[in-house]
């Protein structure tokens, strides 16, 4: 509610070919009820121009827009679309976020499940919070593939750990296991890099006896054809024709475009700060304070989880961190400046949910635990609750306004100002604090 409509990054276009999936259509340009798509222009990429420039009618009459989401996978936009069909205006595109939400709260909360049945004490739960960065909880806010691709990778994640330390095969992880993965190769044009890297880190931590059983266990008769069927479509109605249409635009191009490799490192200060929080269309950045402070908590954390696990688990950190900065390499020599963070933010999020497990588990003295559950989890709170302060001053004020000017703002979300989004937000961090200190008492107890 506090991201005006059409100001997620690609969003007006995911709108569009949701809203005509579901009504049958499944032609570019698509028909549907009228999405002001375009009108977020006024705005985007100007960070001192408010939201309210914006005019959002959303009409009943039917509408032809042509959209670059034409060979975009379906899944999520049928998961969305439906919605649309028992809602007007513009709730129809509040519906379709709320929806979103909804799915990535599930796949989330069955993530955080499984690590706490790994291992249930207030480091684990902290280090899985502060793992969830600012930009991947504003994406999970906006109509976005990578919203949904995000959630089930933190799923995926969290079931390799639940893999790797469970003394026996659990089935109900290998299932868990071929749902993540096959939902994940169907989100995105991309996928198939997604869970390739994703499943390289897995293979570096998990025990080779423990892949063996799992690839025996009878389950696999369900879960290795419908992998092989998600391949089949990944690979040759999504995937592979993008990448040879992305390698290709990159070659007709100049040779600053076309062989960019250095200027990708170059920029990849620019790639860590879309991963930790650049919102919008990427014209929403935090304030510089704000980003030296999380990128000294991020790197105090990743550190700790490089020292703290076993060997092969800071193997994996290692290996995911430079497999992040392979990517921006690689697709800064095709096509730079194409890359952008969100692009390899699923394996972002599992490298730090490994150094989580990893600092859990290095089992660090009782002075020390407690000082981390209290630095990293203030480190959340302020994050978040900073971020959020930014994204609204930007639409509401502009970055040239202050955050002491909302009462004033041109732009407010709609219906009930910004006083209840506020409100929410609070509540939800005071839950998540509630959630450590109530764990950190059980493990008191338990000593």
């Known amino acids: 509610m506090a991201t005006p409509l059409l100001g997620g990054p690609d969003e007006p276009q995911h709108m569009v070919k949701a809203q005509a999936l579901v009504r049958g259509d499944f032609d570019n340009p698509f028909k549907g009820p009228g999405i002001p798509a375009g009108a977020q222009n006024c705005y985007a990429g100007q960070r001192t121009i408010t939201a309210e420039c914006a005019d959002l009618p959303w009409p009943e009459m039917t509408r032809e827009v042509e959209t670059a989401t034409e060979n975009y996978p379906p899944v999520y936009h049928a998961l969305i679309g439906p919605v649309t069909l028992v809602t007007e205006g513009k709730w129809r595109g509040y519906g379709m976020r709320f929806v979103s939400i909804l799915a990535c709260t599930l796949l989330m909360t069955f993530g955080m ?4 049945r790994l291992r249930s004490d207030p480091v684990v739960i902290v280090g899985a919070l ?7 909880i504003h994406l999970m806010s906006t109509v976005s593939p990578s919203a949904l691709a995000v959630a089930t990778s933190f799923l995926l994640g969290a079931t390799l750990f639940g893999v790797r330390s469970n003394e ?6 290998i299932h868990q296991l071929g749902f993540a993965t096959n939902l994940l190769l169907l989100l995105r044009r991309d996928s198939l890099l997604w869970v390739a890297v994703i499943g390289v880190f897995g293979l570096l931590f998990v025990p080779w006896p423990r892949i063996r059983e799992i690839a025996t266990d009878k389950s696999m008769f369900l879960w290795i054809p419908t992998t092989g069927v998600s391949l089949v479509l990944q690979v040759f109605l999504w995937g592979g024709e993008s990448s040879t249409d992305f390698i290709q635009s990159g070659k007709d191009q100049n040779d600053v475009f076309a062989h960019g490799t250095w200027l990708g490192l170059a920029n990849l200060n620019d790639y860590v700060s879309q991963t930790v929080g650049k919102f919008g269309w990427l014209d929403v ?5 704000l980003y030296t402070l999380l990128y000294f908590a991020l790197g105090g954390f990743i550190f700790l989880g490089l020292v703290s696990g076993a060997r092969r688990l800071s193997v994996s950190i290692g290996v995911g ?12 020599y095709l096509r730079f400046p194409y890359f952008q963070g969100r692009y390899a933010i699923g394996f972002a999020l599992c490298v730090l949910l490994a150094c989580a497990v990893a600092i859990s588990e290095g089992g660090l003295p009782r002075k020390v635990e407690n000082r981390f559950v209290a630095v990293f989890g203030v480190m959340f709170l302020i994050g978040q609750f900073f971020s959020y302060l930014q ?8 970055l040239s306004g202050t955050w002491f000017s909302y009462r004033d703002a041109a732009w407010s979300p709609p219906y009930f100002g910004w006083w209840l989004p506020m409100f929410i937000l609070m509540i939800g961090l005071a839950l998540a604090s509630w959630m450590v200190i109530a764990s950190h008492r059980d493990n008191q107890r338990a000593l």
Do not use: C, H, K
């Open 113 to 116: 499940r499984t690590l706490l």
């Open 391 to 398: 994204n609204i001053r930007r639409y509401a004020v502009g």
């Open 168 to 173: 026996t095969v659990d089935r109900s992880l």
């Open 130 to 136: 502060f793992a969830l960065t600012p930009m991947m």
């Open 321 to 332: 961190m430079a497999m992040w900065v392979g990517a921006a390499a690689v697709i800064g």
């Open 285 to 289: 950045e935090l304030p510089g304070q």
